[in-house]
């Protein structure tokens, strides 16, 4: 059973939902993006895992990385289980930390991104700030861990009048606010491990009545633990998913 939370919207009516604080409560308008708890759960999709040697990061011009790569199916840019994590990614840490650790609900390595300011601990990607991912594959995957603390999250797109947008989901606040190159929104995520899908076509369309061309960047804040972070042609169901891209929850004895 799949437990979903809408958030973003420019429709009039609104869901009451917990806040970021113990006891709180706040308004955000509902939208087509979701975050879904997982279940332990195969299926035959064309996939792509973004892996590296040290020679061939070497040789990559890295402006446009995947603007010439075709593009179906899925395509991974952070698994915690690779044997370079943050290959592709810069970081930046102040007053907190990022590091790779077991994640005891799921007895498996993923990467934690604390900090005591969400602004000032995150990973970006591409690494390079002159770079752009180029991806054009129009769903966002971040499968992630609630840590019931302050978090955020953003993405910057490029839409078919050469404008570069960013969407800032943030669990600490409260109403939608579309300004001409950004638009933030409230997010909300349940307890554990959640499964964050962002619909990038729709969120621009409905945001700025234009349509999406292509992912320029993501950027992860502090506070979280992240599993997987990928893009897909549409959305999967679970049974769907490659087992690479599931989350298995062990099995308890009795």
């Known amino acids: ?15 009451k939902v917990s806040g970021s604080n113990p006891g709180e409560a706040i308004l955000f308008f509902h939208f087509s993006v979701f975050s879904s708890s997982f279940h332990a759960a195969c ?22 990385m995947f603007k010439n790569t075709f593009q179906s199916g899925f395509l991974s ?24 650790i077991q994640d005891d609900d799921i007895q498996s390595n993923i990467l934690e991104i604390i900090g005591s300011n969400v602004q000032s601990t995150f990973i970006t ?13 129009p769903f966002l995957v971040l499968i992630v861990k609630n840590l019931s603390q302050y978090f955020t999250f953003e993405v910057q797109i490029l839409d078919d009048k050469n404008v570069r947008r960013r969407f800032r989901a943030s669990n600490f606040q409260s109403v939608t606010r ?13 307890q554990g491990w959640n499964n964050l899908q962002l619909n990038l076509s729709d969120l621009t369309r409905r945001a700025y009545g234009t349509n999406y061309v292509e992912t320029l960047r993501v950027q ?19 049974e769907e998913l490659p087992p690479e891209f599931k989350l298995y929850l062990p099995v308890q004895k009795a």
């Open 1 to 15: 059973m799949v437990s979903w939370c809408s958030w973003l919207s420019r429709q009039s009516n609104t869901l």
């Open 43 to 64: 299926y035959s999709k064309s996939f792509f895992f973004l892996h590296f040697s040290e020679e061939e990061e070497t040789r990559t011009d890295w402006r446009n």
């Open 77 to 100: 840019i952070l698994y915690s289980l690779g044997s370079k994590p943050l290959q592709i990614w810069d970081k930046e840490v102040s007053d907190g930390e990022i590091k790779r």
């Open 125 to 137: 990607c591409p690494a390079d700030p002159n770079s752009t991912l180029g991806i054009k594959l």
């Open 178 to 190: 579309v300004k001409p190159f950004i638009c933030t929104m409230p997010l909300k995520m349940d």
């Open 220 to 238: 992860v804040h502090a506070n979280c633990r992240v599993r997987r972070i990928y893009f897909s042609d549409r959305l999967y169901s679970e």
